[in-house]
């Protein structure tokens, strides 16, 4: 059951359309499968053989740990997504995790060495490693980008509208997001203290901008959000 699984995640993802058949059951048997539920670790950087990791369904964060201990959300993982360690060298320097946000998740992944020699062999995977993975770099640094420039109450508003046109449901001028994450990761995202982020989002309420809750986060007007 689980192989047949596999070759379907697999398949359906757009990084490995240009595999054959042939060439997806042999990945197949390189690559482990996973099942987490909420609040489950994942990896830790510093500690676990190097692997790449795909997600096929729910949502993890990865959080980044400085020397002192303080942690930040480096980034939120989605459907599709790819995260480890995806520049296919090994930072001994880097300290983060991954935690499952949603309550069903399920991963594939290859070891490092694995997934090299997997991309070795076939240039046009190769290709599009190389493309998918620097478009996520590219969004990543245009979110550094942001928290420089930007003042805490436009940081919020840029993500709220970035969720939610990934991840929300656009009914009329509405858009609903499923929420699955606390007020202290959106602050850890945006990078504020908590209690600025519980004011931001309050004064967004109060103001008719949004609706908010622990389940769902409603842009009532995306035209002059």
């Not at 290859?110 to 997997?118: T, Y």
């Not at 600025?196 to 109060?206: G, K, R, S």
Request: with cysteine; net charge neutral.
């Amino acid at each position: 059951m689980y192989e047949d699984l596999k070759y379907w995640y697999l398949r359906d993802h757009k990084l490995f359309r240009t595999l054959s058949f042939g060439q997806i059951k042999q990945l197949c048997i390189i690559m482990g499968f996973k099942k987490a539920q909420k609040g489950e670790i994942i990896y830790f950087s510093a500690s676990d053989v190097p692997r790449i990791f795909l997600l096929k369904k729910g949502n993890i964060k990865i959080v980044a740990v400085d020397e002192d201990g303080n942690e930040t959300i480096k980034d939120i993982i989605q459907k599709g997504d790819l995260f480890g360690e995806l520049t296919l060298e090994v930072d001994s320097q880097a300290n983060e995790y991954a935690k499952v946000l949603s309550d069903d998740v399920a991963i594939c992944s290859f070891l490092l060495s694995d997934f090299e020699d997997v991309l070795l062999k076939n240039p046009s995977l190769a290709l599009s490693y190389t493309k998918f993975v620097g478009l996520k770099m590219k969004r990543i640094k245009n979110s550094y980008s942001n928290l420089i420039s930007k003042d805490s109450k436009t940081r919020l508003s840029l993500f709220l509208k970035a969720w939610g046109e990934t991840e929300g449901i656009r009914t009329e001028n509405k858009i609903v997001i499923e929420n699955y994450l606390t007020q202290n990761d959106i602050a850890q995202i945006i990078c504020t203290s908590r209690q600025t982020a519980t004011q931001l989002l309050n004064e967004m309420v109060a103001n008719g901008i949004i609706g908010y809750n622990r389940k769902e986060i409603i842009i009532n007007d995306v035209c002059s959000f």
